[in-house]
T-cell receptor
């Protein structure tokens, strides 16, 4: 049973425009959320995180928004660059040691 | 400094054989995770080690899967009597975390193919 869902397997965006990647979760006990970026043949690398006490966290071109009532989070990349082309995973955790990952969204930024 | 390393990078085996996958975490990291990613799926949690505590094995899919972590450093994931559905990328991650909130650093993964 997938507790973290990324319903868009792929997304294409023009360079310089905004990329919006979405993630939904079902477990209301989740209180910490992360985004990871993965290039082919490499492990995921941490991008940005947000705690449930916040609704927004910004780091340079990357902003994560959390809507707890909708159990939804999104990652905004502005402006998008060709080097941002990768697979993006969202992940969530609550009490305990487990992190639950989505299935990933493959972002292509077109030059 | 060195990141998380995993070996082998690729492994092809025949159904029914045993395989061992190795993970070298970042030096000093007390937490170590194993995940697997099957085709078209997200990362599936397998097992978690934290210091000298008993590991959290709740994600292991069957008793054919086991893992150990020697001396609080290197970890080995063993799959006995491999099945075709075990084919996946097996990822290891480590963190310095004691409270479940620190960044996990992932290795490049081991791509396992069971024929």
């Amino acid at each position: 049973d997938q507790q973290v869902k990324q319903n868009s397997p792929s997304l294409s965006v023009q360079e310089g425009r905004i990329s919006i990647l979405n993630c939904d979760y079902t477990n209301s006990m989740f209180d910490y959320f992360l985004w990871y970026k993965k290039y082919p043949a490499e492990g995921p690398t941490f991008l940005i995180s947000i705690s449930s006490i916040k609704d927004k966290n910004e780091d340079g071109r990357f902003t994560v928004f959390l809507n707890k009532s909708a159990k939804h989070l999104s990652l905004h990349i502005v402006p998008s660059q060709p080097g941002d082309s990768a697979v993006y995973f969202c992940a969530a955790s609550g009490t305990g040691n487990q992190f639950y990952f989505g299935t990933g969204t493959s972002l292509t930024v077109i030059p | 400094g060195a990141g998380v390393s995993q070996s082998p990078s690729n492994k092809v085996t025949e159904k029914g054989k045993d395989v061992e996958l190795r993970c070298d975490p970042i030096s000093g990291h007390t937490a170590l995770y194993w995940y697997r990613q099957s085709l078209g799926q997200g990362l599936e949690f397998l097992i978690y080690f934290q210091g000298n505590s008993a590991p959290d094995k709740s994600g292991l899919p069957s008793d054919r899967f086991s893992a150990e972590r020697t001396g609080g450093s290197v970890s080995t994931l063993t799959i006995q009597r491999t099945q075709q559905e075990d084919s996946a990328v097996y990822l290891c991650a480590s963190s310095s975390d004691l409270a479940g909130r620190e960044t996990q650093y992932f290795g490049p993964g081991t791509r396992l193919l069971v024929l």
